[in-house]
């Protein structure tokens, strides 16, 4: 067939490949929908694998974790595949109020224990946080390094007049960083304060900004170590624990597939999960993205 | 509909309400398009009526050249402007990235091809015969160019407005340019994408609007003229 293709001076050939691969995509999701048995696996007692729908950000999908912990979940519980959706929080939690999800792993702790008390989920645990950072350039003209209260140190940079990138775009970072502000007394205003930009855009490209304006930025921790790289910024001051970020994991009540979010639940706050969620990212960037904290 | 609807309304609301913000950002939109569309004139006019007027070695690819340059995507123009003017690039030291110089840079290598390769074409379209006839008239090389320009004034004109819709629409570089930064150099397309990023799909379809309604009074002119110049010549 493909030297056929090759050799054929009918080019066109190669659009009857199109709707071939669209049905060879397709075919394994549908599949999946009638949730058949795997049928290139002839093991002796054929398990029937359901789907577990997990709703998160796309945060957590970009961190790269599920691709760790998920096909570890897996072989931990062949009976259940994990069905990632990567949304907003607040569309992640819509989805579990709309039972379309069977569990939700998100970060909005308050967003979340509404959730749970409106009856929507049956328990929040936490599984694990990652943590914001305050970024500046090397040469620091704030002297902000070193240090762990992020409070003060915004307090620094807006009584020295230091330039400040906000992201500006109504994320849960940027709501993190203006919570911030409000703890310092401080309401930043493009209009007045000169030193304070706010940009509307997303985490990269605040990066890429308060980089070459040598300026000062808060940004979560995964993404500043996954474009370290390519700029020109430093850690100056983490640790407070105002700028961690908690994620919780919640059963949806009455999920479809109950007992496989369930057994997904159970197991992200298993040693075997925390050791794994502890790990993620030493070998690309040294240090752990995400740091465990299952009772 | 109903979305539609509201968004007509809340355009001229923004309008009339005359917000600091609002003005701020259609002020920057106008500077970096007139910046840009002047550079683009000096640069692309003089470069279209040679393309166009004159035959020498290598026009074809010049032209060829030009028409490839009107189909470059604004965001690859913006990333050479932006790693040119990065501090590590070699222009860095101008400091003038994240600035509406920089913005009207990128706009204006998007906005002379467009200038050039229309003028170009309007200029060869001038009949060869009324330069011949101007030459055997005796007129010097330089009366003869003002004379094909001259004719070709109107599609020098659509040239020129086309330009200015061109970077007044853009958005790709521009963003990477200028950075969107509230109050300094954010203009109406940047604005429309932060607003539909954050859902408030309403504010986005507004600003379009009015991004909508600046493009209409510009050609709303450009027409107005072609027309009071086309009874000109019927006489």
């Known amino acids: 067939m493909l030297e056929h293709l090759a050799s054929s001076v009918l080019r066109w050939r190669a659009l009857l490949l199109v709707p071939a691969l669209v049905a060879a995509l397709l075919l394994p999701a549908c599949a999946a929908e009638e949730e058949v048995a795997v049928p290139d696996d002839p093991a002796p007692e054929e398990v029937e694998v359901t789907s577990v729908i997990l709703a998160s950000t796309t945060s957590t999908e970009d961190s790269g974790l599920f691709g760790e912990i998920v096909p570890a979940f897996q072989e931990a519980y062949p009976q259940y595949r994990i069905d990632v959706v990567a949304v907003g929080t607040g569309q992640a939690l819509e989805i579990g109020r709309a039972k379309d999800a069977d569990v939700l792993l998100v970060h909005a702790r308050e967003a979340e224990e509404e959730f749970v008390a409106d009856g929507y989920g049956i328990e929040r645990r936490d599984v694990m946080y990652n943590d914001f950072v305050i970024l500046g350039p090397e040469a620091d003209s704030a002297s902000l390094a070193g240090g762990d209260d992020a409070v003060a140190a915004l307090t620094t940079i807006a009584d020295g007049g230091h330039t400040f990138i906000s992201r500006g775009d109504d994320s849960g970072t940027h709501k993190k960083e203006l919570s911030l502000w409000e703890a310092a007394g401080i309401e930043p205003e493009p209009a007045t304060h000169d030193w304070y930009l706010s940009i509307g855009q997303g985490m990269g490209d605040t990066l890429t900004m308060t980089s070459e304006s040598e300026a000062y930025t808060m940004s979560d921790r995964g993404t500043y170590l996954s474009m370290r790289e390519g700029l020109e910024l430093v850690v100056l001051v983490e640790g407070d624990e105002r700028l961690f970020n908690p994620y919780g994991v919640i059963v949806v009540t009455d999920a479809n597939n109950l007992e496989g979010a369930q057994a997904f639940a159970d197991w992200i706050v298993s040693p075997t999960a925390q050791a794994l969620i502890g790990e993620f990212g030493v070998d690309t960037y040294g240090e752990p993205l995400f740091v465990p904290n299952a009772e | ?235």
């Open chain 2, 1 to 235: 509909m109903q979305v539609f609807v509201e968004a007509i309304i809340t355009a001229f609301a923004l309008l009339f309400e005359g917000s600091r913000e609002l003005w701020n950002v259609i002020v920057v939109t106008f500077r970096v398009a007139i910046l840009s569309t002047i550079a683009g004139f000096v640069l692309g006019v003089p470069m279209g009526f040679v393309m166009g007027a004159s035959r020498f070695r290598g026009r074809r690819l010049l032209i060829a050249l030009t028409n490839t340059g009107m189909a470059v995507p604004p965001v690859v123009i913006g990333l050479v402007v932006m790693m040119t003017l990065s501090r590590r690039g070699p222009l860095g030291f101008l400091g003038l990235l994240y600035s509406v110089d920089a913005m009207a840079i990128a706009q204006t290598l998007i906005s002379s091809p467009i200038i050039a390769g229309l003028t170009a074409a309007a200029v060869a379209s001038v009949p060869y015969k009324l330069r011949l006839q101007a030459r055997s008239l005796g007129a010097s090389k330089t009366e003869e160019a003002l004379l094909s320009i001259k004719e070709a004034r109107l599609g020098v004109l659509a040239a020129v407005a086309t330009g200015f819709g061109a970077v007044v629409r853009g958005v790709g570089a521009v963003m990477m340019v200028g950075g969107n930064i509230e109050g300094q150099t954010r203009v109406l397309t940047t604005a429309i994408v932060q607003e539909s990023r954050r859902g408030d799909f309403g504010l986005a379809l507004a600003l379009g609007i009015i991004l909508m309604l600046i493009t209409f009074t510009m050609n709303g002119f450009l027409t107005w003229y072609q027309h009071s110049n086309e009874r000109f010549e019927r006489g």
